[in-house]
């Protein structure tokens, strides 16, 4: 019995000891997941060319990002329920219609990129604006184009983590950053796909200084001048797991850039 304590505990211990190498690397903090195991009621339409992307960047300021794989046709806009002023930016969706006659069984997967046309008929509720291509996905074989003619639809939904195989976070230093404003967009998040807080550490210093949400996925801090290389933290809205990227933005970063990590929440 005191054999069998003694291995437990050794195994115990090279747990916990493997899980704080992984926090002070920034590759996981407290194990979550944002997962939803139940359906939910929501409405959806459809918005964009029948067969598009949905979006030409939207309220999230994604940009171009919208119209390449794996962001291809699986652009949605969302209510003020989900959109949450922006911070529900990069969240995943599975969403499916409810009519059998013409709606198959399976979900299609969507990314928050946009925010849904203010109106009536959105405020208070939970609804989807899906990309013509989304929405058609989610009919049975061949009826894509009656389902979308359906216009709006009862639809059931839930929180999905998302998934970018082979990507790792990647840092766009968005148009007009100087070394007194910095601005900062977070493409490719596994996991929540949400942003909580931003922090970035100058070089040569231990001190995390917090950044501002701006509009969208959109970061920024003001001051400076802010003396790179750039490491950033990350906070996730949904579940509050933690990722540092150490130096991640070199010393001659330059506006528009986008500087690209080796980590994940997946």
Known sequence: MQRRCGFTGVITLCFLLLLECLKVAGKVSIPHNVTDLHWHPATATWYGSPNGDGSDGGAC????????????????????VLFKNGEGCG????VKCLDKSI?????????VMDRSPPGPG?????????SGAAFGHMAVRGRSAQLRNRGELRVSYRRTPCKYPGKSIAFHVNAGSTAFWLSLLIEFEDGDGD?????????????????????????????????GPFSVKLTTLSTRRTLSARDVIPRNWTP????TSRLNFL
């Open 122 to 130: 959105v405020i208070g509720r939970t609804h989807f604006d899906l």
């Open 256 to 259: 528009k850039a986008t500087y």
């Open 103 to 111: 709606c198959s069984k399976r979900p299609v997967t969507i990314i």
């Open 91 to 94: 969240a995943c969706y599975k």
């Open 195 to 227: 942003i909580g807080s931003m922090h970035i550490r100058e070089a040569n210093s231990n001190e995390w200084l917090e950044m501002n949400h701006l509009w969208g996925a959109n970061w920024n801090r003001n001051g400076g001048p802010l003396k």
């Open 61 to 80: 300021g994604y940009g171009s990002l919208v119209d390449v794989r794996p962001l291809k046709a699986r652009v949605g806009a969302v209510s003020p």
